[in-house]
T-cell receptor, first 112, second 110 residues
Framework: ETGVTQTPRHLVMGMTNKKSLKCEQH?????MYWYKQSAKKPLELMFV???????ENNSVPSRFSPECPNSSHLFLHLHTLQPEDSALYLC???????????FGSGTRLTVV | QQQVKQSPQSLIVQKGGIPIINCAYE??????FPWYQQFPGKGPALLIA?????SEKKEGRFTISFNKSAKQFSLHIMDSQPGDSATYFC?????????FGQGTILTVHP
């Protein structure tokens, strides 16, 4: 385990469903990230939180809604997704300095 | 300006070979260049990293070569092993946020 835990590992949802992805880290890191990983595409940064404050939203559609209640937990709320949103969603956290990027194992999301 | 271009997309070598993965960037403000290794079902894990004031960094069988003037850097894996089979991502950082290359799927045959 890397110290960043993501649940669930796999999720299948219909286009009208609402679901949430959870990320948890107890590494004492102050920044947390959501990335989307699609086949044959670079990792796409979605959201950045620094000390619980959202500092970046990379033009992500509003059907994705992040929440960071504290520096250890990060959620990604999903609603009315499209099939093209099927991907591996990765959470990462960072200690001060660029060396500190630690990724979770991801949630494999399939939208049907 | 934020793009990092990685090649090749896939690479197959025999055990003991030296696979080389290349990356190029455009933004001269990038100040940190890590490589990540990702096995199936896992998230990327930091493998090795370099700063632009250094031309080469070696950690075990992994070496980064960095050419600041050409804005290119590469990963070399010496004496490659089947266990090195994974997807490798280069990345570049500015203000501690990473931009990733497209990834290279490496297969090392026994």
């Amino acid at each position: 385990e890397t110290g960043v835990t993501q649940t669930p590992r796999h999720l299948v949802m219909g286009m009208t469903n609402k679901k949430s992805l959870k990320c948890e880290q107890h590494l004492g890191h102050n920044a947390m990230y959501w990335y989307k990983q699609s086949a044959k595409k670079p990792l796409e940064l979605m959201f950045v939180y620094n000390f619980k404050e959202q500092t970046e939203n990379n033009s992500v559609p509003s059907r994705f809604s992040p929440e960071c209640p504290n520096s250890s937990h990060l959620f990604l709320h999903l609603h009315t997704l499209q099939p093209e949103d099927s991907a591996l969603y990765l959470c990462a956290s960072r200690a001060p300095g660029p060396y500190g990027y630690t990724f979770g194992s991801g949630t494999r999301l399939t939208v049907v | 300006q934020q793009q990092v271009k990685q090649s090749p997309q896939s690479l197959i070598v025999q055990k003991g070979g030296i696979p080389i993965i290349n990356c190029a960037y455009e933004n001269t403000a990038f100040d940190y260049f890590p490589w990540y290794q990702q096995f199936p079902g896992k998230g990327p894990a930091l493998l090795i990293a370099i700063r632009p004031d250094v031309s080469e960094k070696k950690e075990g069988r992994f070496t980064i070569s960095f050419n600041k003037s050409a804005k290119q850097f590469s990963l070399h894996i010496m004496d490659s092993q089947p266990g090195d089979s994974a997807t490798y991502f280069c990345a570049a950082s500015r203000v501690e946020e990473l931009t990733f290359g497209q990834g290279t799927i490496l297969t090392v045959h026994p």
